[in-house]
């Protein structure tokens, strides 16, 4: 199979940040309803807290507010972290990237197109 070589210039920084936004925001929310719900088991199972038992200990406010605060933070650092990237790449004129084509299509003119 044939190799090809590309350069990567610069990246979108809002594109960038909101991707490490959004996948800070979900791997926040995962995490974050599985301590939910453990915490809900044994608070009710406890029962020291009463019928609240199920919400006081489990962290719901948490559960909402988590993945919002890591959105905002995931956004800022990776916002920052790609015009770090943009930066440091038109210093050193680029990263090279080699793919591999595996493909049966020899049709590489959407590469380097905008959208």
Do not use: C, H, Q, W
């Not at 991707?19 to 029962?47: D, K, N, R």
């Not at 680029?94 to 959208?115: A, C, Y």
Request: charged share 15%; glycine share 14%; proline share 3%.
């Amino acid at each position: 199979m044939s190799n090809l070589k590309l350069k990567l210039k610069k990246i979108d920084p809002v594109k960038y940040a909101l991707i490490t936004g959004t996948a800070l925001a979900g791997v926040t929310f995962v995490i974050f309803a599985f301590f939910t719900l453990i915490g809900s088991l044994f608070g009710a199972a406890m029962g020291e807290f009463g019928p609240f038992a199920a919400i006081a200990g489990s962290g719901i406010v948490m559960l909402i507010v988590g993945p919002i605060l890591y959105f905002i933070f995931g956004f800022i650092f990776g916002l920052i972290g790609a015009f770090l990237l943009n930066f440091i790449l038109s210093k050193t004129d680029g990263l090279i990237i080699d793919f591999e084509k595996i493909g049966e299509s020899d049709d590489l003119s959407m590469i380097g197109r905008g959208e």
